[in-house]
Every structure is written in structure tokens, then in C-alpha cells.
């Protein structure tokens, strides 16, 4: 596996799909992403059908990225929010989530809990602080190959340049890339790019509908990002695509009229690789008939 570091300092900007369990992060890498996203947003909206409000747990973030990790060879990058807590509660996220098989693990300068960072009525803590938490995160880390992204959301709080200000000092303190959330006109990303090319690699967020103008990865790419996410864009493609289903069975009764935008049993089961298992589980099967004869 590439990893991640090498992968962000190719003139290629890297896309990565959101995920929120092991089969779509493994259909992100069937459909030939170098990387996937664990969004704690979808993770929320997946697991407890709730907003990104800070519902999610430390533990259930662990659990997601293990499930991920066991089926999954391309980087995962993972959502931590604030870290869960202070420096202390970041330490821990770090080595919990670097022992689960993070590639990058991103923390944000809100306070707690936090709030997606498209939605309105943010809070943030000091820089200071923040600065402290990343430090205590880099400390953490197993090895220079667990990246640590910093994400402000300075920007609807406190404004444009106090958003590039805290990302320079997070630069400063060590992280491996940053993450200005929700720029809100094409001027404020090629600002961003502008600001950090060539010092730091800085990735973009794309969401459906939310205060950034979307952009494909090539303009990204242009501008000087190095990384685009679409975190929740799995999730509404689910929601939408499940609404329709739902809506065919409810006035059909069979799931036939639906069939062409399905896939089949057999599909599924090729996507998955149940034969596979099926005879390698055979193999020692075999085995255990040798060593009883």
C-alpha cells in the first residue's frame, strides 16, 4: 500500500470518497480511489440516523475504523472531531486510532461537542489550545507515517484571515496538513491555496449543498489542494437511492420494477468474495479431514 504521505506530495491531487462502514469504504477502493474518509458525520447519520452534532462516540469511531481496516488495503483517512476531549482524551484518540489502522487522523479546533461545519453556531477553543492538542496528538503518534491533519472552523466564527492565522500557527506546531472548513466563495479557496502552496499540503471539503462552491478535484487541484474529501456525499447517493427503492416496494409490492438499478444476489455475493471464502474455508476444511484420517 502507498502510503498517504507519499501520495499527498504527488502533483496529483488525491480524492477521497466518505465512508461509514467496511462496505463502503470497500466499494470506494473496488471503484479505484487511492483513498477513503471516515466521516464522523456519516457515522451519525448511519448509525444513529442523527445530525453531526458530537453524538458519536470515541469507541464507536474505533469500532468503524477496526471493521473498515480488516477488509480495506488503500489509506483511511478518519474523522476524530476535538479529539474527544483535551490533550489527554487526544492522546488516546491517536493511539487508539493509529492501533485500529488510521492513515491520517484529523482534529478540529471546536470545543465540545462539536457541530458539523457547515451548520451554524460553532465555538472554538483558543488557539493555544489547540496548538497544545496537536502537539500532544504528534507526540502520540506511532510513527511520522499517521498523519495529523488540523482542521479549523475559524472561518464562520471569527473570520477569513483569523481561519488562515490558526492555520499557520497549526502549521507551525507540526501538523502534516491542513484543513480550513467551509470557504465560502472560489476567492477564499484560491486564497488558501495561494497561502500554503508548497509550505503544507491543505485539503478541501465538498459538500452537497453546503457553504463551499463546489469544485471538481482537477480546479482543486489547480488552485494548489492536494487532498479533496466528499464525506457525506456516500450517504445522501444512500439516501436518495434508498428512498427510491422504498417507494417502488411500497406501491408495487416486489422489488422487480427496481431490479435494473440493483444489484442481484449473485452480485453481491461477487462483490463481497463469497467464493472466495467459501473455498478457503474449504482448503482447511480439507485439512482437518487429512488429520483425522
Request: negative net charge; aromatic residues 6%; contains cysteine.
Amino acid at each position: 500500500m502507498t502510503s498517504l504521505r507519499s501520495r499527498l506530495h504527488r502533483p496529483e491531487i488525491v480524492v477521497a470518497p466518505g465512508c461509514y462502514d467496511a462496505l463502503s469504504a470497500y466499494m470506494i477502493e473496488r471503484a479505484g480511489f487511492p483513498a477513503a474518509y471516515l466521516s464522523g458525520a456519516s457515522i451519525a447519520y448511519t448509525r444513529l440516523a442523527r445530525p453531526d452534532i458530537g453524538l458519536v462516540s470515541l469507541s464507536e469511531v474505533a469500532d468503524t475504523i477496526a471493521a473498515i481496516r480488516e477488509r480495506l488495503a488503500i489509506p483511511l483517512i478518519v474523522d476524530a472531531d476535538t479529539g474527544f476531549g483535551n490533550a489527554l482524551n487526544t492522546i488516546r484518540t491517536v493511539k487508539l486510532f493509529a492501533s485500529r489502522g488510521a492513515a491520517a487522523i484529523q482534529l478540529e479546533d471546536q470545543t465540545m461537542p462539536k457541530r458539523c461545519g457547515h451548520l451554524a453556531d460553532k465555538t472554538l477553543v483558543p488557539t493555544a489550545e489547540m496548538v497544545g492538542k496537536l502537539k500532544a496528538a504528534l507526540d502520540a503518534r506511532p510513527s511520522e507515517e499517521t498523519m495529523i491533519i488540523a482542521r479549523t472552523d475559524a472561518i464562520a466564527v471569527e473570520g477569513f484571515e483569523a481561519a488562515l492565522d490558526r492555520a499557520e500557527a497549526y502549521r507551525e506546531a507540526g501538523a502534516d496538513l491542513l484543513f480550513i472548513e467551509a470557504p465560502r466563495s472560489e476567492a477564499e479557496l484560491a486564497a488558501i491555496g495561494q497561502r500554503f502552496r508548497g509550505r503544507i499540503p491543505v485539503m478541501a471539503n465538498m459538500v452537497e449543498g453546503g457553504k463551499t462552491p463546489a469544485r471538481t478535484a482537477a480546479e482543486l487541484q489547480a488552485l494548489g489542494f492536494s487532498l479533496v474529501i466528499f464525506p457525506g456525499g456516500t450517504v445522501r447517493a444512500l439516501v436518495h437511492c434508498l428512498e427510491a427503492y422504498l417507494a417502488s416496494l411500497r406501491q408495487h409490492g416486489s422489488t422487480e420494477p427496481y431490479r435494473d438499478r440493483m444489484a442481484d444476489f449473485a452480485g453481491l455475493n461477487e462483490i463481497i468474495g463469497t467464493q472466495e471464502m467459501l473455498r478457503l474455508g474449504k482448503r482447511y476444511d480439507a485439512q482437518l479431514g487429512q488429520e483425522q484420517t
